[in-house]
T-cell receptor, first 114, second 112 residues
């Protein structure tokens, strides 16, 4: 089954404790992206990756890092989490833009930073 | 970035057709219109997309006006499980063409 898998689904942690949210897709998609969703602000893009070793900032990249060492994985790293990063996070993937195929989204990761 | 305008909420009776409108008056010639929905806090779910012709799949129909400045998503027989926030998105043409701007969407309430 084609899917985007995020882990963990829920996490409560404390300020300053480094964490990684993993994202994996099994569709051989080139493009992957991270969004965060906050009440009243919709989904905002954090980082995206056009392909392996190619990443770029989205609209709200501060406080986050990403890496794309292999095609299927696109982890989101919070080096020193802060309470304003408490949010619902989604990973997405899709084929290249010129194929005009939809993005597929994971089920989300709810992070609470105390 | 807000290239689409949708009503904040709509009600629909179960079993009836739900017609969700979207305005995208600044859409460019080669930009597609995509529709997604989000049920509660789950990941956004793809519904349908189109360029200028009407489209239909197993979930819904998409009607795009001839001038392409607006579209309507039609759920032919709404069920309670269709209660969700529906997002109309214009896909960017260049550069970060997979950066979907979701906006506020329309909250569809399907009532018994």
């Amino acid at each position: 089954e084609a899917q985007v898998t995020q882990n963990p689904r829920y996490l409560i942690t404390v300020t300053g404790k480094k964490l990684t949210v993993t994202c994996s897709q099994n569709m051989n998609h080139e493009y992957m992206s991270w969004y965060r969703q906050d009440p009243g602000l919709g989904l905002r893009q954090i980082y995206y990756s056009m392909n392996v070793e190619v990443t770029d900032k989205g609209d709200v990249p501060e406080g986050y890092k990403v890496s794309r060492k292999e095609k299927r994985n696109f982890p989101l790293i919070l080096e020193s989490p802060s309470p304003n990063q408490t949010s619902l996070y989604f990973c997405a993937s899709s084929p290249p833009g010129d194929s005009n195929q939809p993005q597929h989204f994971g089920d989300g990761t709810r992070l609470s930073i105390l | 970035d807000a290239k689409t305008t949708q009503p904040p909420s709509m009600d629909c009776a179960e079993g009836r057709a739900a017609n969700l409108p979207c305005n995208h008056s600044t859409i460019s010639g080669n930009e597609y219109v995509y529709w997604y929905r989000q049920i509660h806090s789950q990941g956004p779910q793809y519904i349908i997309h189109g360029l200028k012709n009407n489209e239909t799949n197993e979930m819904a129909s998409l009607i795009i006006t001839e001038d392409r400045k607006s579209s309507t998503l039609i759920l032919p027989h709404a069920t309670l499980r269709d209660t969700a926030v529906y997002y109309c998105i214009v896909r960017p043409l260049l550069y970060n063409f997979n950066k979907f701007y979701f906006g506020s969407g329309t909250k569809l309430n399907v009532k018994p």
